[in-house]
């Protein structure tokens, strides 16, 4: 379980490191609508993943967060690729891409809640 | 509201038109009550103080549904005390249940500790037997394991099983495990092909009350209120002269009668949801704290031998 409490500064200072390791870790044929490496969030709010559809350089760990007053899952679509444990508000859960493809996932208690990670 | 029947449309004594418009009171605190096919409304108040004598029945139980156990945001955060509620509200019926049938997401977050709470504050209940059938909050981690071994004796499969009472057989379903994405609620060919034997067996005439978490009917598909094989396992119960279908996770009354079945969603002993499409998602609906209980309630089931309709009467916590 990942702290939720780190000082402003401290965060700072990490996301800039994470930035600078992820521009030397880009390759030149990357998409424009790439984001940068490590270090992605995305957050689950209202029944929804936001955003629906990631696009992340392989290696990146994506780490999803349930900002939402019920419990959601993680899940790839196949059900063994990735797979968190019930996240209740505020929990987290981590996974790191190595291969290129396309990932869909869903949350496994609500399964309308769609959406994929698009690994190049 | 009319005390007596307005629209007779199927020749059968029952206005269901009226018994619709009766229902969207019963959250208020006033009850419809179908007696033999007629008709009446009374208020709560008066139920519980007897004014209106005894409503004889061949059989009667309840129907609880989403306790929700563990819950503690801002739209209930005493979940435990509203159950509680609900229990004092069933153990003041006129006529004790014959039993109760709790239509799933018993716990918030599948924990052993909010298993123990809800048995322990069931424990209360004035009736001689609890059934249940797990909501998807109940079977977060494990596939079901810990609510089976709680609550699945003499279950099969992922936790279906049938019985009889006095006449009418029933039968609980479980429609929460091994959803597909993109899906809605999901039963399963296992599932199925057991249904199918399992009432082959029965006369066409004899009443079949069918309980499941999720809705067996397409409330609103885009909430993931529905379930995908449903038709099928309907269509197992097509030759019956009368199916009620009791589902819960809606947090809401709402009820559908389609030929021979009659549809009906309880609401929640912890708290409310929007209406289909009111809100942007299917979660927790705060309101107005003096509100709550209203929106909140228990569902009564009578059973008259020989009479073709279930008489279902939803009341408030208020």
């Not at chain 2, 129907?63 to 004092?88: M, Y």
């Not at chain 2, 394991?145 to 019985?163: A, H, I, L, N, V």
Request: proline share 5%.
């Amino acid at each position: 379980m990942k702290s939720r409490t780190k000082n402003r500064t401290t965060a700072g200072i990490f996301a800039m490191t994470v930035v600078a390791l992820a521009a030397l870790m880009v390759t030149a044929g990357a998409s424009p609508q790439s984001k940068p490496a490590s270090g992605i969030e995305i957050k689950i709010d209202n029944f929804s993943f936001g955003p629906m559809r990631l696009t992340v350089a392989a290696g990146t760990t994506v780490t999803w967060t349930n900002d939402d007053d019920v419990p959601h899952t993680v899940v790839s679509d196949d059900k063994t690729t990735f797979r968190s444990k019930a996240l209740d508000t505020g929990e987290k859960f981590s996974y790191t891409f190595t291969k290129p493809g396309t990932y869909a996932y869903f949350c496994s208690v609500h399964p309308k809640m769609v959406a994929e990670v698009v690994v190049q | 509201m009319s005390d007596y029947i307005e629209e007779n449309l199927d020749r059968d004594g029952v206005d269901r038109r009226g018994f619709l418009k009766c229902m969207a009171w019963a959250g208020t605190g006033t009850l419809c009550l179908l007696q033999g096919g007629v008709l009446k409304s009374f208020a709560l108040s008066d139920v519980l103080q007897q004014k209106i004598g005894h409503m004889k029945s061949d059989l009667s139980f309840v129907q609880i549904s989403d306790s929700h156990i563990g819950f503690n945001k801002d739209a209930n955060p005493d979940v435990t005390a509203t159950l509680r509620e609900a229990i004092a509200k069933v153990n003041a019926l006129p006529t004790p249940p014959a039993f109760v049938l709790h239509t799933g997401d018993l716990t918030q977050l599948s924990k052993a500790d909010e298993f123990d709470t809800l048995s322990e504050s069931l424990k209360s209940l004035r009736t001689e037997r609890i059934f249940y059938v797990p909501g998807e909050h109940d079977v977060l981690n494990d596939n079901g394991d810990m609510f089976r071994e709680r609550f699945g004796q003499g279950t099969q499969g992922d936790g279906w099983y049938s019985f009889d009472k006095n006449g009418a057989h029933f039968i609980g379903l479980v429609n929460v495990l091994n959803l597909k994405a993109g899906g809605l609620g999901y039963l399963g060919p296992d599932q199925l092909a057991w249904l199918q034997k399992d009432v082959s067996r029965l006369k066409s005439s004899t009443p079949i009350v069918v309980f499941a978490h999720i809705p067996l009917w397409a409330v609103y598909p885009q909430w993931g209120w529905g379930t995908d094989d449903s038709e099928q396992a309907l269509s197992y119960l097509k030759r019956f002269a009368s199916v009620t279908v009791l589902n819960g996770h809606i947090h809401q009354t709402m009820q559908k009668v389609e030929g021979n079945i009659t549809f009906h969603t309880a609401c929640s002993t912890a708290f409310p949801q929007p209406a289909p499409g009111q809100a942007a998602g299917p979660g927790p609906m705060k309101v107005p704290a003096e509100k709550l209980r209203s929106v909140l309630g228990i569902t009564d089931v009578n059973f008259v031998r020989g009479k073709h309709t279930l008489g279902i009467v939803d009341s408030g916590l208020s």
